[in-house]
């Protein structure tokens, strides 16, 4: 597994459509093509696009090739994190999906199996197969993985409102839970994206069947 921090995906934060209301997904999918990614799910790619989200679609969903597998990406949706769609893209492999939403889900899931889940904001509730199997990863990413944890939490941050702004750099994406689960996403299947990744032309389908 990799050592991805919150901070190398800090840029993700500035993305279309992370931050909009309607929601955001990604999915890491471990070797697999983008093709066969969306053919394991049933998605008809639409047409290659510089903007995945371009064209006019019903849930539109993007397969982005990235380092070491494919990323999906949706706005607006949830697909990444639903029981099935974990099931058929894990199948022989492992993914693991983050959705930013009112519903917020990091999942988990290998051989066609969910290993663990939780919400971002409350990484100390985790339910599956093996809830603590990424429990390692998940501290040095300073995620609270038990209640205690999450009021100590609490109170440094309380504490550290003044905190010197020359450590930016080094925190950059910390407050933002999401983020540290996406970190905590290449970690778990060894996928790599970047802005680089997201920007090149990707297939583009709809993701509505899926609902």
């Not at 909009?20 to 093509?33: E, I, M, Y």
């Not at 990444?80 to 917020?104: C, F, W």
């Not at 988990?108 to 939780?118: E, M, R, W």
Request: hydrophobic share 35%; aromatic share 8%.
């Amino acid at each position: 597994m990799s050592g991805a921090t919150a901070a190398d995906y800090a840029w993700l934060g500035d993305y279309d459509g992370y931050s909009g209301d309607s929601g955001f997904c990604v999915t890491f999918v471990h070797d697999l093509s983008p093709e066969e990614a969306f053919r394991r799910i049933g998605v008809t790619p639409a047409e290659r696009a510089g903007d995945p989200f371009g064209p006019s679609l019903d849930r539109p969903i993007a397969a982005c090739a990235a380092i070491g597998g494919t990323v999906l990406v949706e706005t607006g949706g949830y697909a990444g994190t639903l029981a099935e769609v974990t099931r058929r893209l894990s199948e022989g492999t492992v993914t693991a999906a983050v959705h930013r939403g009112l519903d917020p889900q990091f999942v988990y899931a290998a051989d066609g199996q969910l290993v663990t889940g939780f919400e971002p904001d409350a990484p100390y509730l985790r339910w599956g197969r093996h809830p603590d199997r990424l429990l390692a990863h998940m501290r040095e990413l300073g995620m609270p993985t038990g209640e205690d944890e999450l009021h100590d939490q609490q109170d440094d941050d309380g504490r550290n409102d003044g905190h010197d702004e020359s450590d930016e750099s080094t925190d950059a994406g910390a407050d933002d839970p999401v983020i540290a689960a996406v970190a905590l996403a290449e970690r778990a299947t060894g996928v790599r994206v970047t802005a680089a990744h997201l920007a090149r032309p990707a297939l583009v389908g709809s993701a509505a069947h899926l609902y």
